[in-house]
């Protein structure tokens, strides 16, 4: 893990993590807002290879709404990103942006209580991958 995200190595296809990941997201909370294809994206205006990679936009809306009513800039910070890379044939990099360090962008914004029950929840969800 680092600063920014949680990551976590599995051992499966992108497009199958996603479908996996897409049901533990709706468990606790979370929907998908965006999917952008970046590797397709950058091949298709650069005309360059990348692994496959897809991000997806995420947001749970309790904690946007939470920390909304605190501070409207939130908004700039929405949605949370998920990065699937495939390292290789059968392995696949999952990075989940902690929502914490978005909100640690903005003053005043005291979510403390759900931001730690969503970001359990974010390490647990992770682990069923």
């Known amino acids: 893990m680092n ?3 949680y990551k976590k190595t599995v051992t499966t296809e992108v497009e199958v993590t996603i479908n996996k990941l897409s049901g533990l997201l709706k468990e606790i909370g979370f929907g998908i807002l965006t999917r952008i294809d970046f590797d397709q994206k950058i091949k298709e ?4 290879n990348l692994n ?12 946007a709404y939470e920390a909304y009513k605190q501070n409207s800039d939130v908004a700039l910070l929405i949605p949370c990103n998920i990065v699937f890379t495939q390292k290789n044939a059968n392995e696949c990099i999952v ?4 929502p914490s360090q978005m909100i640690n962008f903005l003053p005043n914004v005291n979510i403390n ?3 730690t029950k969503v970001e359990v929840d974010i390490l647990a969800m992770l682990k069923k991958l």
């Open 113 to 115: 209580d759900i931001l």
């Open 95 to 98: 990075e989940f942006t902690k």
């Open 3 to 5: 600063e920014l995200a």
């Open 45 to 48: 205006k650069l005309n360059q």
């Open 52 to 63: 496959k990679t897809v991000i997806l936009g995420v947001c749970h809306p309790e904690l």
